[in-house]
């Protein structure tokens, strides 16, 4: 895990220049916490850079990464589809507010049908559903864009257009997909010449056919079994067919010189002003939010500017503090720890602000664990999950839906959970009239509740739907917890199914809130194949 010889020339000759903030003290901190993380979380590598405003001025690479390898670097390839659109909207091609073509979208089956815009699909509230029947996530043929995009034709839309947030790779692919058709150019072409190009970026492409493939960084996935374990292997490589939402390849020395552009006002790529409309929350009061593509934050007090990534064996992150002109890149060979890579970079965040400007992170309280872990343990469910917890080693842990995770206390009943998918959610427990724990709230909407002592069975009609169905790298797994159905979906969590009738469950809050499961069964009431949220996924076993 040592830095490499290039990267310690790259960091004296950028920091030496900087007599303002040294940055040199601060990074033995940053790299103590890299390590430290890729060793808890069985993390391969990982490669960062840190930008002060045109500099780079710190970047290497850990473990299987070095400081130029390739990375996929999933959602963060939105932030170009969407200075894309905006490019052309400021051309007068396109128009954010103007009604989609109806040949690139799903059927609008609402009373009144309202319009699909741009601006909606832009800030996820389009009412798309989250992937496309083919070249989605599950979709492993490579069909390409425009045929991705012609498969949503007949589908119909999962929630009313502008009611709700809901994340969609399809969405920004159709948005994608526009500008090849205002600019008369493949969206692959477009990219080089009006966005990547300017910037220099020269180890960047949007297929596999034009990465220079010695440099890409292996990388491993977690998947599931079929019966409640994992394994690790290598994860695949191939073009999504929903290219514009997440199948940019980059390193960190390149998309450090797309933050210097946007802490420099867009560095030429777009008029400042159109930029600065990207970074306002979209049809929401809130502070916080979705803009046009980027996703705006704070980090204490600081507004963010970011998006992070998770695709086939990669979980990426790029985050801007627009106002201070900083900027951190981390990117990372391991499927499904983007809880990992937001730490690491808040640790990077912290650090810079330290050396910059002499701002403290503030102090964390010291806290022993109660005395009692053991009433915190057992079995749990929420509208979504469910979990198990125990004590180990005079600590409480245990699995959410599959996922490893830690609590740390903060509180007489408060902790601080930590898992590979989130990093510092706090979990708030609650107790009966009788002081007994009764269950907790997670994070902003999970609401666990103790499982009984004697969970219902489940009704033995829906046995047969239990298996594996998809692809061998990322099965759909379908099981019983406590009487109830779960899906395990992406390699991530088990989400609770809830029935609408005797082949069809919702799914819960989560990445398909709004969508569903459709079992397609035989005469005999076993299931060849789902309807997994408009994907066909064939049964395995």
Same mark, same amino acid.
């Given at each position: 895990?040592?830095?490499?010889?290039?990267?310690?020339?790259?960091?004296?000759?950028?920091?030496?220049?900087?007599?303002?903030?040294?940055?040199?003290?601060?990074?033995?901190?940053?790299?103590?916490?890299?390590?430290?993380?890729?060793?808890?979380?069985?993390?391969?590598?990982?490669?960062?850079?840190?930008?002060? &405003?045109?500099?780079?001025?710190? %970047?290497?690479?850990?473990?299987?990464?070095?400081?130029?390898?390739?990375?996929?670097?999933?959602?963060?390839?939105?932030?170009?589809?969407?200075? %894309?659109?905006?490019?052309?909207?400021?051309?007068?091609?396109?128009? !954010?507010?103007?009604?989609?073509?109806?040949?690139?979208?799903?059927?609008?089956?609402?009373?009144?049908?309202?319009?699909?815009?741009?601006?909606?699909? !832009?800030?996820?509230?389009?009412?798309?559903?989250?992937?496309?029947?083919?070249?989605?996530?599950?979709?492993?043929?490579?069909?390409?864009?425009?045929?991705?995009?012609?498969?949503?034709?007949?589908?119909?839309?999962?929630?009313?257009? /502008?009611?709700?947030?809901?994340?969609?790779?399809?969405?920004?692919?159709?948005?994608?997909?526009?500008?090849?058709?205002?600019?008369?150019?493949?969206?692959?072409?477009?990219?080089?010449?009006?966005?990547?190009?300017?910037?220099?970026?020269?180890?960047?492409?949007?297929?596999?056919?034009?990465?220079?493939?010695?440099?890409?960084?292996?990388?491993?996935?977690?998947?599931?079994?079929?019966?409640?374990?994992?394994?690790?292997?290598?994860?695949?490589?191939?073009?999504?067919?929903?290219?514009?939402?997440?199948?940019?390849?980059?390193?960190? &020395?390149?998309? %450090?010189?797309?933050?210097?552009?946007?802490?420099?006002?867009?560095?030429?790529?777009?008029?400042?002003?159109?930029?600065?409309?990207?970074?306002?929350?979209?049809?929401?009061?809130?502070?916080?939010?979705?803009?046009?593509?980027?996703?705006?934050?704070?980090?204490?007090?600081?507004?963010?500017?970011?998006?992070?990534?998770?695709?086939?064996?990669?979980?990426?992150?790029?985050? !801007?503090?627009?106002?201070?002109?900083?900027?951190?890149?981390?990117?990372?060979?391991?499927?499904?720890?983007?809880?990992?890579?937001?730490?690491? /970079? &808040?640790?990077?965040?912290?650090?810079?602000?330290?050396?910059?400007?002499?701002?403290?992170?503030?102090?964390?309280?010291?806290?022993?664990?109660?005395?009692?872990?053991?009433?915190?343990?057992?079995?749990?469910?929420?509208?979504?999950?469910? %979990?198990?917890?125990?004590?180990?080693?005079?600590?409480?842990?245990?699995?959410?839906?599959?996922?490893?995770?830690?609590?740390?206390?903060?509180?007489?009943?408060?902790?601080?959970?930590?898992?590979?998918?989130?990093?510092?959610?706090?979990?708030?427990?609650?107790?009966?009239?009788?002081?007994?724990?009764?269950?907790?709230?997670?994070?902003?909407?999970?609401?666990?509740?103790?499982?009984?002592?004697?969970?219902?069975?489940?009704?033995?009609?829906?046995?047969?739907?239990?298996?594996?169905?998809?692809?061998?790298?990322?099965?759909?797994?379908?099981?019983?917890?406590?009487?109830?159905?779960?899906?395990?979906?992406?390699?991530?969590?088990?989400?609770? !199914?809830?029935?609408?009738?005797?082949?069809?469950?919702?799914?819960?809050?989560?990445?398909?809130?709004?969508?569903?499961?459709?079992?397609?069964?035989?005469?005999?009431?076993?299931?060849?194949?789902?309807?997994?949220?408009?994907?066909?996924?064939?049964?395995?076993?």
């Amino acid at each position: 895990m040592k830095r490499s010889p290039l990267a310690l020339c790259a960091l004296l000759a950028t920091t030496s220049s900087n007599p303002a903030a040294d940055y040199a003290t601060v990074l033995p901190a940053l790299e103590e916490d890299i390590r430290r993380e890729m060793t808890d979380w069985n993390i391969g590598g990982i490669a960062v850079a840190l930008v002060d &405003d045109q500099r780079v001025v710190y %970047a290497a690479g850990f473990g299987e990464a070095k400081r130029d390898s390739v990375f996929r670097v999933g959602s963060i390839s939105k932030l170009f589809n969407a200075i %894309a659109v905006m490019q052309q909207v400021e051309a007068g091609k396109l128009d !954010l507010d103007a009604p989609l073509p109806a040949d690139v979208l799903p059927l609008n089956t609402f009373p009144g049908a309202p319009a699909v815009t741009l601006r909606q699909i !832009l800030c996820h509230r389009s009412g798309l559903q989250r992937e496309s029947p083919i070249g989605g996530y599950f979709d492993d043929s490579q069909p390409g864009l425009k045929a991705t995009v012609a498969s949503v034709r007949g589908c119909v839309l999962a929630t009313l257009p /502008g009611e709700k947030t809901r994340y969609s790779n399809v969405a920004p692919s159709i948005a994608g997909r526009l500008v090849e058709r205002a600019s008369g150019q493949t969206f692959e072409s477009y990219q080089r010449q009006h966005v990547m190009g300017p910037l220099n970026m020269t180890y960047s492409a949007w297929t596999l056919a034009r990465v220079a493939r010695k440099r890409i960084v292996r990388s491993h996935m977690r998947v599931a079994d079929g019966h409640g374990g994992w394994t690790r292997r290598p994860a695949p490589l191939f073009d999504l067919g929903t290219l514009p939402a997440g199948n940019l390849f980059s390193t960190v &020395d390149d998309l %450090a010189r797309f933050a210097s552009a946007l802490l420099a006002d867009g560095g030429g790529l777009m008029k400042s002003e159109t930029l600065h409309t990207m970074w306002q929350p979209q049809l929401t009061k809130d502070e916080a939010g979705f803009g046009l593509g980027f996703i705006v934050g704070k980090f204490r007090e600081h507004r963010t500017i970011s998006h992070n990534g998770a695709v086939y064996g990669y979980s990426s992150l790029l985050v !801007l503090l627009p106002d201070e002109k900083l900027a951190a890149v981390v990117l990372g060979n391991e499927d499904v720890v983007n809880g990992r890579i937001r730490h690491i /970079g &808040d640790t990077a965040l912290s650090l810079l602000l330290e050396a910059k400007f002499g701002e403290k992170p503030p102090q964390q309280a010291k806290l022993s664990p109660p005395r009692d872990l053991a009433r915190f343990a057992g079995d749990y469910e929420s509208q979504s999950y469910w %979990a198990h917890l125990e004590v180990r080693d005079g600590r409480l842990g245990g699995e959410i839906s599959g996922q490893p995770i830690r609590f740390v206390p903060a509180g007489k009943l408060n902790f601080t959970a930590y898992s590979r998918i989130d990093d510092a959610l706090p979990a708030a427990f609650e107790q009966d009239a009788t002081g007994a724990v009764s269950g907790f709230k997670y994070g902003p909407i999970q609401h666990f509740t103790r499982v009984a002592a004697k969970p219902r069975a489940l009704p033995p009609e829906w046995e047969p739907y239990l298996g594996s169905y998809g692809p061998a790298f990322i099965p759909l797994v379908v099981s019983e917890r406590h009487g109830h159905l779960y899906a395990m979906t992406e390699n991530m969590v088990d989400y609770r !199914l809830t029935p609408v009738n005797r082949q069809v469950c919702a799914l819960p809050p989560g990445m398909y809130a709004d969508e569903q499961v459709v079992f397609l069964t035989e005469a005999n009431g076993r299931p060849q194949c789902v309807n997994f949220a408009n994907m066909l996924l064939h049964r395995r076993k």
